[in-house]
C-alpha cells in the first residue's frame, strides 16, 4: 500500500471515528476523502448530511459544489459560483462559464461577480459587455481598482 493510500485510510477512520462522538464536521472530512479518491459521489453525500446537521451549513454548501456539477446551491454565497465558472473558462466553455455567472447575478448583484463576468467578456472580445458589467460593478464600489483598470482597457479601441 503505498503512503498515499495508507494516509487516505488513516483519515478515513479518524474521521469514522469523530462521528461517533457526533462531531458533524468530521463529514466534511470524510467528503473531503472522498473526494480525493475520486468517489465524489461519496463526497457528495457526505456533504449533504453536513448540511442537513450543521447550524452553519453555507461553507458545506461551498465546498459540496466542488463535488457535484448538479448541487444546489446557496444562492447568497457567491464563492461556488465564481468557482464553477473559472473551471468552465478553464475548459473553454465560455458560454457556459457567464451562465453560471449571470445565474448568481441574478439572485444577487455583487461586485466580485461582476467584475469577473466583465473580464471573461473581455477575453472574449465583447467589449460592449465588458463595459456594462465594469459600469454596473462601479456603481456598487466606484474605487473598485481592479475594475477601473479592466473598463479603461476594455474601453479602448480594438485593433
Same mark, same amino acid.
Given at each position: ?16 471515528? *469523530? ?6 464536521? *468530521?463529514?466534511?472530512? /470524510?467528503? +473531503? ?9 461519496? #463526497? ?5 448530511? /453536513?448540511? &442537513?446537521? $450543521?447550524?452553519?451549513? #453555507?461553507? *458545506? ?8 456539477? +448538479? ?25 457556459? $462559464?457567464? &451562465? ?9 448583484? %455583487? ?10 467578456? %473581455?477575453?472574449?472580445?465583447?467589449? #460592449? %459587455? ?10 456598487? %464600489? ?9 473598463? +479603461? ?7
Amino acid at each position: 500500500m503505498s503512503d498515499w493510500v495508507w494516509i487516505l485510510v488513516v483519515r478515513l477512520d479518524c474521521y469514522t471515528n *469523530a462521528l461517533k462522538i457526533k462531531y458533524t464536521r *468530521a463529514l466534511q472530512g /470524510l467528503g +473531503r476523502v472522498y473526494h480525493l479518491k475520486k468517489q465524489r459521489k461519496y #463526497a457528495y453525500d457526505e456533504m449533504t448530511k /453536513l448540511i &442537513e446537521k $450543521a447550524r452553519n451549513n #453555507a461553507s *458545506a454548501f461551498e465546498k459540496r459544489s466542488e463535488y457535484s456539477w +448538479r448541487t444546489q446551491l446557496d444562492p447568497l454565497r457567491t464563492y461556488p459560483y465564481r468557482y464553477r465558472a473559472a473551471v468552465l473558462m478553464d475548459d473553454h466553455k465560455e458560454t457556459e $462559464a457567464i &451562465e453560471e455567472l449571470s445565474k448568481a447575478i441574478a439572485c444577487k448583484p %455583487d461586485l466580485q461577480l461582476l467584475h469577473l463576468r466583465a473580464a471573461f467578456f %473581455d477575453s472574449m472580445r465583447e467589449p #460592449a %459587455d465588458a463595459i456594462r458589467d465594469c459600469e454596473a460593478a462601479l456603481s456598487l %464600489d466606484p474605487n473598485h481598482s481592479d475594475t477601473i483598470d479592466l473598463y +479603461r482597457k476594455a474601453s479602448e479601441p480594438q485593433s
